[in-house]
């Protein structure tokens, strides 16, 4: 379990007066503890167990560090996305919507697709739904389903294309 807290950068990565502290604490791998004071030196501390995933030298960027924090979605939005990518994690889940990124189906049609029970696949859909990832409209007595917009066929794709990347 990582650790992290850091105190007074200003937007630019300098001290922003007096005293200020970045600590880290990593269970398996690091442990750093950083102090700088009045825009002058940085002391660190650190120790490394041996690990392929780590720096090999302890090393300490407070002008990246600062602007990369700054520059990051806040935690609410953070949670979302992680959320977003749970409900993406499902086989079931990819497969209706790549049905649905290449036409707007009702529940019967995604059962023929799918070779599934209307009931796992109406639940799926409703996941979907509640997730924003996809939108229903009813048409008479029926309900057809669509991706919700173009970004969730972005994400289809872009993810698509990531695992046919070869090295």
């Known amino acids: 379990m990582k650790k992290m807290g850091f105190c007074c950068f200003s937007g630019n990565g300098e001290v922003a007066g007096g005293t200020c502290y970045l600590f880290c ?3 398996k791998g ?20 041996k690990s392929a995933e780590g720096c090999q030298e302890p090393c300490f960027h407070p002008d990246i560090v600062a602007r990369v924090v700054q520059q990051m979605p806040g935690e609410p939005m953070q ?27 009702c ?14 696949v109406s639940h799926q859909l409703r996941v979907l739904r509640d997730a924003r990832i996809v939108r229903s409209r009813k048409m008479g007595k029926n309900v057809l389903y669509s991706l919700d917009d173009s970004h969730v066929s972005a994400l289809l794709r872009l993810g698509s294309e990531h695992l046919s990347e070869t090295e």
């Open 25 to 27: 604490k990593v269970d």
């Open 30 to 49: 690091f442990a750093f503890s950083y102090h700088m004071s009045d825009r002058s030196s940085i002391e660190g501390s650190a120790m490394q167990e």
């Open 79 to 105: 949670q979302e996305l992680a959320q977003l990518f749970k409900v993406l994690g499902d086989h079931t889940r990819i497969r209706i919507l790549n049905a649905l990124d290449h036409s707007e189906l």
């Open 107 to 120: 529940v019967c049609d995604l059962v023929s697709i799918l070779g599934m029970n209307q009931s796992a």
